[in-house]
């Protein structure tokens, strides 16, 4: 197989005498294509198969130095340093292309190179954009064939519109020194190289559907978001459709996927996307968003019957489980599965209770979207769906309430620039540190935060009818650390108020920071929250808000003259209503 299209075959040939590999191969996508790279991964220890309880779902190790997606060595690319922004490592295309092309020289020697052909989005979406990612891991193209449309209707596509986005990935030599995560957003190019894993080797994802796509959509007039889409069905049958930005590991896919607590099992949730929306303006003055992708890249560690039993459902056939623990009959194992004991670690030591944890915190299922319950085909449909309600939020202990509601849309984009959360192990570094994490977008946004928030802005002013804009936490603890909320099914309870706010209902008290629940809004019907808890839940400490806007205005200054100036004006009425 090859291509018709010049540009495609130029740069695989290209690829292809710069790095050297023993062959090539075109990938189409087919049953028998996935099945031959399995068995040869099989053959040579890249995947492991499971027991029989476990039909057709693998088990991958990656190298231990290689586990999470790597912030401090992904760069942006841009002709000027400013315009990727104090939010971005920035590196001058030319010397990034240069070390590039270094690393990448002869490095597939020995190797297949595989042409993966891929369209983000519905393949007859006006919408969706497509990709070809050239790579040396079998490991990647099933894991895109899962994650994407991939293969010849995506080329097919490709060759139709004579554009596409360019992504080289290769192992390397894993040597973390020798990993860089790179984007030229100009060229719609991506070069990565020296990881296996998640983002940093799946280019279809962080890479192209945000870093890459969030460039793009700001000179076409969209938005490429780190957030989930669900449709929530009210007791009537209604349904309307939420978009929600958290950071990496802070329960996008659990709500996308929530089951309604008992008492409220008349309510549904549809599952559009777990991880990126983008976010189109429809003719009807309304904001209209698709997942790019077409499965799910979760974490493992937590899913269980009663946090996710959806995920907990859908991972139990066809699924790849990267870094996860073994028990002694051969079942993936991870902390939170809520059954048997892990024989072996992530690693493939045996496992002793003393030595951490038997499934890496950032181990990832990877999984097509047709196989959670909650399936709905309008994730498949090229118009989107209409989004009435758009939730920022993070995981921080003390001072954001549950939930609030911004004033308009200018609020609602320094609420989501205002975002700050604690780190989790889906990066490398740290975790546990509150860092600003403006829309969840910190590691991803492909240009600079202050021109990005513009585009914001100006989205909105354009909608007749934005959607409303709200602040969530789920993560808020007591002095002893107890969570003060159940979390998991039960944030539906928040969902359904903030859909009665979008409809002009919902009770509502007004403070500085924005719309909080009055203590008799939120439906707690079988439900025991202690009166204290819930108090302090909706509580605004203006003392604690004083000084975070002092760091959030702090935070903000840092973008200098690219910092629109509605939000300095946001900013101050904050402030004053706070005094
Ligand atoms: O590794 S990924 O970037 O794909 C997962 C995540 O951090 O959200
Ligand atoms: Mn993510």
Partial sequence: MTTSNPALRNWVDEVARHTQPE?????????????????????????????ERWPDCYLHRSDPNDVARVEHVTFICTDSEQDAGPNNNWMAPAEAHRLADGLFEGCMQGR?????????????????????????????????????????????????????????HSIGDLDPDN??????????????????????ALLGKKCHALRIASYQARSEGWLAEHMLILGLQDPTGRTRYIAAAFPSQCGKTNLAMLVPPESQNDWRIWTVGDDIAWLHPGDDGRLYAINPESGFFGVVPGTGRETNKNAFDMIHRDTIFTNVG??????????????????????????????????????????????????????????????????????????????????????????????????TAAAAGETGIVRRDPMAMKPFCGYNFGDYWAHWLNIGANLSNPPSMFHVNWFRRDDQGRFLWPGFGD???????????????????????????????????????????????????????????????????SYGDRLPQELRVEHARLTAALR
């Fill in 23 to 51: 062959r090539i191969h075109w990938c189409d996508g087919s049953e028998a294509e996935n099945q031959a790279l399995i068995s040869a991964m099989l053959t040579d220890g890249t995947l492991k198969t499971l027991n």
């Fill in 112 to 168: 297949t190179l595989y042409v993966i052909p891929y369209c983000m989005g519905p393949v007859d979406s006006s919408y969706s954009r497509c990709g070809v990612e050239i790579t040396d891991s079998p490991y990647v193209v099933t894991n895109m064939r899962i994650m994407t449309r991939m293969g010849a209707a995506a080329l097919q596509r490709i060759e139709r519109e004579g554009s596409f986005v360019k992504g080289l």
């Fill in 179 to 200: 990993r860089y995560i790179m984007h030229f957003p100009k060229e719609l190019t991506i070069k990565s190289i020296g990881s296996g894993y998640g983002g940093n």
């Fill in 326 to 423: 073994l028990t002694a009959d051969n079942e993936p194992w991870w902390e939170g599965r809520g059954e048997s004991e892990p024989a072996l670690d992530w690693r493939g030591q045996p496992f002793t209770g003393g030595n951490g944890d038997a499934a890496h915190p950032n181990s990832r299922f990877t999984v097509s979207a047709r196989q959670n319950a909650d399936y709905t085909p309008l994730m498949d449909d090229p118009r989107g769906v209409p989004i009435s309600a758009i939730i920022f939020g993070g995981r921080r202990r003390g001072l954001a309430p549950l939930v609030y509601q911004a004033r308009d849309w200018q609020h609602g984009v320094l609420v989501g620039a205002s975002v700050a959360s604690e780190t």
């Fill in 491 to 557: 944030n539906l309870r928040v969902l359904a108020w903030i859909i009665e706010r979008c409809e002009g209902g919902g009770r509502a008290k007004q403070t500085p920071i924005g719309e909080l629940p009055t203590l008799d809004a939120l439906d707690l019907n079988g439900l025991h929250v202690p009166d204290e808890d819930l108090e302090a839940l909706l509580h605004v400490d203006v003392q604690g808000w004083r000084e975070e806007l002092d760091a959030i205005g702090k935070y903000l200054e």
